[in-house]
């Protein structure tokens, strides 16, 4: 089995009406049950807007923080789920499926163990 990060992207921008996000949110919660039936589920969370972000640098001993994203973009993290399966082929089944009910493009990608490199 190999651990998968399955990354939610969402626009950047106020977030959508509750009448919009309410049928959304009742398909992720449907989704999010059937990879816990399924016994893939290892971790799902979400994060607050990008705008609550600080970065921290570091250079030559000196730390450095700024407020805000990393990166400026049209698209921001929004949330994830780690997902526990056989290979790629599943976690895409189990991306498709989450793209579904969120309407979002979502990034998968394996998680690398015992290394920095990946």
Known sequence: MA???LSIYQPDGEPPSPEFLEPIMKKVAAWQNEIREAGVWVFSGGLHP???ATV?????GRTATTDGP???GKEH???FDVIDVPD?????????????ATT???EVRPLAFGSCAG
């Open 70 to 72: 990393y990166i400026e």
């Open 56 to 60: 921290v640098r570091t250079d030559e």
């Open 50 to 52: 990008p705008d609550t």
């Open 3 to 5: 651990q998968y990060l």
């Open 88 to 100: 790629l082929d599943e976690a895409l089944r189990w991306a498709r499926g989450l793209a579904d």
């Open 77 to 79: 993290l929004g949330g």
């Open 104 to 106: 979002l493009p979502i």
